[in-house]
């Protein structure tokens, strides 16, 4: 009989060796899945992991989007791996992203047809103060009425859907589209555009800014004093109470910083691989980031390689969606399981497995 016995002290081990640990059960769990579906299993998992890489007809293509899909997943996780490292639980990440691309888009378009280098920046202001307000929503009301900020930001993710709907039927609809929703094409206005830096690496301004929210989210936490003060929060709350920490600073200053980057990337997203304001411009990034901050060990480097893993699950998702047939839901629940996985692991890194028998009567 298996019994679960805590360790004296968390493992180093299997902190390091769990997500690795969850990959492999996902890829196993997942194969079981396709085989189900009636879809050759080890096929499957080649199309979705080895294919977009190596294989001759396809990677010229896939290889830039890795980075095109992994910069917003990098950006609003590092986001959200602070918060949660200080016990601030955001779920929320995905209204902070539309309404970051909604202030971004509206603020570029407000101005239109000016040409100007200054309009992209001004863009970015925009969608990062979009994404900071409506964070600051679900942490106004924790500091002032307790509320619980992940039902809060959760709803409001619900709330921005429907104002992003209102927007694209609505006031930033495209004038010249024929009575369509959606927003002009962002992407073709030189001003308000986000190309490629280098052609054919998927290479834009989002990229550079999750690399640099990589390297200020390590240096932050473990260099400054802030950083500090957010781990303690984290792991021993009464004793960085003790220590003079404000616990409703914290939680301002975990999700504002969230909701900035969380709308950082959705500006980037709009002007560039997105290109305008639309019904279905959602896409979920909020909520795999969620995937991406445990997947990463809440931990900036971490994070890096595990957006570009969940990047690598999206594009050979598609893949295999058009050459394998396989159903869209079949992906997503994939994603899924690497969450599930996961968390099932991580109880390796404070309990050991016993095998113990029953005690005779």
């Keep these: 009989m298996l019994r679960l016995e805590k360790r004296p002290s968390p493992s180093a081990f299997w902190q390091k060796a769990s997500p690795f640990l969850a990959v492999i059960l996902t890829m196993i769990a997942g194969g079981i899945m396709f085989w189900i579906l009636g879809k050759n299993p080890v096929e499957a998992i080649r199309t979705i992991f080895w294919d977009p890489l190596f294989n001759a007809q396809f990677a010229s293509y896939s290889r830039p989007q890795l980075l095109v899909k992994a910069a917003p997943l990098i950006l609003?996780?590092?986001?959200?791996?602070?918060?949660?490292?200080?016990g601030v639980w955001n779920i929320g990440a995905e209204g902070q992203y539309i309404m970051g691309a909604i202030f971004g888009a509206a603020a570029g378009l407000a101005v239109y047809p000016?040409?100007?280098?200054?309009?992209?920046?001004?863009?970015l202001m925009a969608g990062a103060l979009g994404g900071w307000l409506?964070?600051?929503?679900?942490a106004v009301l924790k500091t002032v009425f307790r509320t619980n900020e992940i039902l809060?930001?959760?709803?409001?993710?619900?709330?921005?859907?429907?104002?992003?709907?209102?927007?694209?039927?609505?006031?930033?609809?495209?004038?010249?589209?024929?009575?369509?929703?959606?927003?002009?094409?962002?992407?073709?206005?030189?001003a308000m555009a986000n190309p490629e830096m280098v052609a054919g690496t998927g290479m834009h301004w989002g990229v550079v800014a999750a690399f640099t929210?990589?390297?200020?989210?390590?240096?932050?936490l473990q260099r400054h004093l802030l950083g500090f003060q957010i781990k303690l929060a984290g792991q021993a709350p009464r004793a960085a109470r003790f220590a003079g920490v404000s616990p409703a600073r914290l939680v301002i200053f975990c999700l504002g910083v969230s909701g900035l980057l969380a709308g950082l990337a959705g500006?980037?997203?709009?002007?560039?691989?997105?290109g305008q304001i639309s019904i279905d411009?959602?896409?979920?990034?909020?909520?795999?980031?969620?995937?991406?901050?445990?997947?990463?060990?809440?931990?900036?480097?971490g994070i890096l390689f595990a957006g570009l893993l969940m990047a690598l699950t999206y594009i050979g998702g598609e893949l295999a969606q058009f050459m394998l047939s396989l159903p869209s839901a079949?992906?997503?629940?994939?994603?899924?399981?690497?969450?599930?996985f996961l968390l099932a692991t991580d109880i390796l890194t404070n309990y050991r497995i016993r095998l113990s028998q029953r005690e005779a009567a």
């Design 281 to 301: 411009f959602a896409s979920g990034y909020g909520f795999t980031a969620i995937i991406v901050a445990f997947l990463g060990r809440l931990n900036p480097v």
């Design 213 to 220: 929210a990589v390297i200020a989210g390590h240096v932050l």
């Design 134 to 138: 409506w964070a600051m929503i679900p």
């Design 114 to 123: 000016v040409e100007s280098r200054l309009i992209f920046p001004a863009m």
């Design 267 to 274: 500006v980037f997203e709009v002007t560039g691989p997105a």
């Design 152 to 190: 809060v930001s959760l709803l409001l993710v619900y709330v921005a859907q429907n104002i992003l709907a209102m927007m694209a039927l609505g006031a930033l609809r495209n004038p010249d589209g024929g009575g369509f929703p959606g927003s002009r094409n962002l992407s073709q206005i030189p």
């Design 76 to 86: 609003i996780a590092i986001g959200l791996s602070l918060g949660f490292r200080a």
């Design 330 to 340: 079949a992906i997503q629940a994939f994603q899924g399981m690497l969450l599930f």
